[in-house]
């Protein structure tokens, strides 16, 4: 698998070695995004981890060429990230993908494509719709253009070679080990802090949350009974506004629903985001575990507290980029 070290990935990795007896290879690059303090107290004779880019060719055919599947979790993965410098995003996310369909093309290997919901750009909010698997692709930001962009490679991957692989766009992720760049880790550890939480604009823009673990069940279900050439859409039925979260973050933080900071908005934000996961339940029984957004959210609030240690390293740099921002 790709991007071990990463938010998903690793709790990927964890999931895998606890519930199955397969044995797991990360290749992670360890950008700013890869932390090796996730992948601790893992089984020695069943884990190994490389240090490595997706990009490098000979790197990615020698360790295809022993694996049985290919989880391609690696990416740059923020979308603020993306609109200040959208380079790293072409090649890891384009560039980087097409080197592992390379690979697991010669070597034909089963591969399962991480993507996100945002390849269907947005919803309005009063609209009934929810996203499908037969949507048109409509990307709004470097980020997102580039994981759609990677997806359209999987799907010619698949139909000019015959490469037998599946592809599952998700919706937003909450839960441990997500880095503190990313909404819902960044308002915790502000609260930690004594900061107060920032909230993009007027904060009536919808995510549709669903717990890690839940996310990384469906890939697993996926990965042992979709149907090659399929697309997958991994959802929770979890929509609930940024206000709204930034309120509950607060309560459960015993703090006034209203200590935060309206900041600029983000160019472009997506209105919101919304799955329809029919598919994925019917066909293949998948069901998500956390339903409860609010215990999800207290028990997440818990990680943050208790793993300072993971994540303080990296607090003081993403506050500076933000605050250069008006963010
Ligand atoms: P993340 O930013 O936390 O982790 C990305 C990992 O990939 C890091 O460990 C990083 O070191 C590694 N990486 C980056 N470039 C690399 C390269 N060139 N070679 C090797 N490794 C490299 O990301 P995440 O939030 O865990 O997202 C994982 C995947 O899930 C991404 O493909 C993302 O598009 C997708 N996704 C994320 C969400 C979400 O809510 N976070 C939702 C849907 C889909
Ligand atoms: O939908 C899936 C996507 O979810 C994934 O593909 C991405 O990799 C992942 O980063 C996430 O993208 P978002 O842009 O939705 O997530 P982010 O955590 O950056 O922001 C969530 C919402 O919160 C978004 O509407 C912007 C807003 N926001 C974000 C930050 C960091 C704030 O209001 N304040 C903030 O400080």
């Known amino acids: 698998m790709t ?20 044995s797991v290879v990360v290749l992670d690059k360890l950008t700013y995004a890869g932390n090796m303090a996730s992948l601790t107290d893992l089984p020695a004779q069943r884990f190994r981890f490389v240090k490595g880019d997706i990009c490098d060719r000979e790197l990615v055919d020698s360790l295809v060429a022993k694996a049985d599947a290919v989880v391609h979790f690696a990416a740059e993965s923020h979308n603020d990230n993306s609109l200040n410098n959208p380079e790293p995003f072409i090649q890891t996310n384009l560039y980087g993908t ?82 503190v760049e990313k909404f819902i880790p960044r308002q915790i550890t502000n609260v930690i802090d004594g900061i107060r939480p920032k909230l993009y604009g007027a904060g009536l823009n919808i ?36 206000k709204t979260v930034i309120e509950k973050i607060l309560q459960a933080m015993g703090q006034p629903a209203d200590a935060y900071d309206h900041v600029n908005d983000r160019p472009g934000h997506d209105l919101r985001y919304a799955i329809d996961a029919t598919k994925l339940r019917d066909e293949l029984g998948w069901r998500p575990h956390y339903t409860d ?9 818990e990680w943050y507290r208790t793993n300072e240690s993971w994540w303080r390293p990296q607090k003081a740099v993403v506050e500076a980029k933000y605050a250069a921002q008006g963010q």
């Open 3 to 22: 991007g071990g070290a990463g938010f998903i990935g690793s709790n990927f990795v964890h999931h895998v070695l606890e519930r199955t007896d397969d």
């Open 98 to 179: 097409f080197s592992l369909l390379e690979a697991v093309r010669r070597h034909d290997v089963r591969y399962h494509h991480i993507s996100t919901d945002e390849v269907y750009g947005d919803l309005e909010l009063d609209d009934p719709a929810k996203f499908t698997p037969e949507r048109a692709y409509n990307p709004s930001s470097p980020y997102s253009s580039s994981k759609a962009g990677s997806d359209l490679l999987v799907r010619a991957w698949v139909r000019s070679f015959g490469v037998r692989a599946t592809i599952s766009n998700c919706s937003n992720n909450y839960g441990p080990r997500q880095h």
């Open 207 to 242: 995510r549709d949350w669903i717990h890690v673990d839940d996310h990384n069940a469906a890939v697993l279900t996926i990965l042992e009974k979709g149907r090659i050439g399929e697309t997958y859409l991994i959802g929770a039925d979890g929509e609930v506004d940024n």
């Open 293 to 301: 957004f609010d215990a999800g959210l207290a028990a997440t609030i």
